[in-house]
Every structure is written in C-alpha cells, then in structure tokens.
C-alpha cells in the first residue's frame, strides 16, 4: 500500500466538524475527502458511494473477514464504520492527501498504524450546553438519540488530549482560520 499524509479529523456530534471540513476541502485541492463505509441507513440526500459506502450489517462483517479495512468499530449500538484501505489508496494514487473524519476510536487506531505521516485533530464545542443546542437545532434527534450523543460525546471529550491538535469551535470562521493553518503547517496546502 503507497503512503502519504493523513489527516484526521474528529468532533462528537454537533462539534460543527461537517462545515469545518467542507471549508477545508474547498480551500485545498490537495485534499481528499476519504469516504467512510457504514451501516446505518442513509439521511434523505445522501448518496451511496459519496457521503458513505453504504453497507448492510453482513456485508461489513464480510469486508472485515477480508480485511479490507484500515480500521473499524461499532460506534453505536449496531452501527459499525470503517476506513477502507481501497478508499486511501485512492486518494493517494490521484496524488492527494486523504482527510479522514472519524470517531475517536477510529482516528487513534490511524494515528497508531500510521505514525509520523498522521495529524490528528480534535474539534469541540465550547461546551456540553453549546453542543446540546446544536444538536436540538439540527432537528434531526430524538429525545433517546440526543441522550446518547450527548454522553458519547462527554466520553470522546476525555480523548482529546490524546490528539495533536484541539480546536475550539465557538466561533466558525476564529476555527475555521486555526484548522487551515494546522493543515498549511503539515501538508505546506
């Protein structure tokens, strides 16, 4: 497998890490975004192949079996994600840097198998309220959902100081300017 530089990002649910990385993605073409496969049904609008590889619960079982992953989990109850190994090769074949947005678990297994060419990032909210109103803003959850997003992220927030660099997004565009620099910094993007 050919190498390059990773990035890897990470933030619980409602971090604001999704707006976060589409600036990053326009602002840098050496960048790729490095599609995640999964489990869980698809949201209205999105796409098989370009928000995930969609997969059913046997099928993910099966690419574990064949090891096709870089790293994988069950992030939530019955809801595994995974790295693909055909997805960074891809990004590096087209000469690019994959940005990788994964749990926590997954981004510290990726900084573990691939040292010295991985930058890890950690977004957070600026606090458990902040992210309890993104997420009731979204409309996207219900009262058992919002509940366990909520204590996932209590749980991913003791990870952070495991990450080479965290970042507070209170104000979007203060955090948006703080991740380009990171980047810049490692990749010269």
């Known amino acids: 497998m050919a190498t390059g530089k990773i990035i890897v990002i990470t933030a619980p649910s409602g971090s604001g890490k999704t707006t976060l990385v589409k600036r990053l993605l326009a602002s840098c073409p050496q960048l790729a975004f490095s ?3 999964c489990t869980r049904t698809p949201r209205p609008g999105e796409v098989h192949g370009k928000d995930y590889y969609y997969y059913t619960e046997a099928e993910f079982k099966q690419l ?23 997805e960074l090769q891809r990004i590096w074949d087209n000469g690019q840097s994959p940005l990788v947005d994964i749990d926590v678990q ?48 209590e749980e991913e927030l003791k990870f952070a100081p495991q990450f080479e660099r965290i970042i507070i997004n209170e104000n979007l565009d203060t955090a948006t300017t703080e991740l380009m620099q990171v980047i810049e910094d490692f990749t010269g993007c």
């Open 35 to 37: 599609i995640s496969a």
């Open 64 to 86: 574990i079996l064949e090891d096709a992953f870089i790293e994988w989990e069950m992030v939530y109850t019955g809801k595994y994600y995974g790295t693909l190994k055909t």
């Open 106 to 153: 997954g981004a510290l297994a990726i900084k573990k198998k691939f040292p010295g060419i991985t930058r890890t990032i950690f977004i957070e909210a600026p606090s458990i309220e902040e992210l309890r109103k993104r997420l009731i803003a979204r409309g996207t959850e219900t009262e058992h959902t919002l509940e366990e997003r909520i204590t996932k992220a």
